[in-house]
């Protein structure tokens, strides 16, 4: 299974880069960004000035992984809230 990867170019600081993504992961971007009221534009300058020395597609994947982990984990904890002894 095989996902194209997209290229876009966004302005993060004020220089205009190009970020290369699989589709997925520019998905999993936009909802967040939707959830925090952001642009993705907002969102992924948050991510480069947090990133550190990884690359920042890189740092772009690891976000929305982690964003998606975070989440499963507190449905996971919600199920067992519901649960009964």
Same mark, same amino acid.
């Given at each position: 299974?095989?996902?194209?990867?997209?290229?876009?170019?966004?302005?993060? +600081?004020?220089?205009?880069?190009?970020?290369?993504?699989?589709?997925?992961?520019?998905?999993?971007?936009?909802?967040?960004?939707?959830?925090?009221?952001?642009?993705? /534009?907002?969102?992924?300058?948050?991510?480069?000035?947090?990133?550190?020395?990884?690359?920042?597609?890189? +740092?772009?994947?690891?976000?929305?992984?982690?964003?998606?982990?975070?989440?499963?984990?507190? +449905?996971?904890?919600? /199920?067992?809230?519901?649960?009964?002894?």
């Amino acid at each position: 299974m095989g996902f194209a990867v997209v290229k876009r170019s966004v302005s993060i +600081a004020g220089h205009r880069t190009s970020i290369s993504l699989e589709e997925p992961f520019w998905e999993g971007l936009r909802e967040i960004a939707e959830r925090e009221k952001l642009s993705i /534009q907002a969102l992924i300058g948050r991510i480069d000035a947090e990133r550190g020395e990884q690359n920042l597609s890189s +740092a772009i994947r690891v976000f929305v992984l982690t964003d998606l982990r975070h989440r499963l984990g507190e +449905a996971k904890a919600d /199920q067992r809230v519901g649960e009964v002894p």
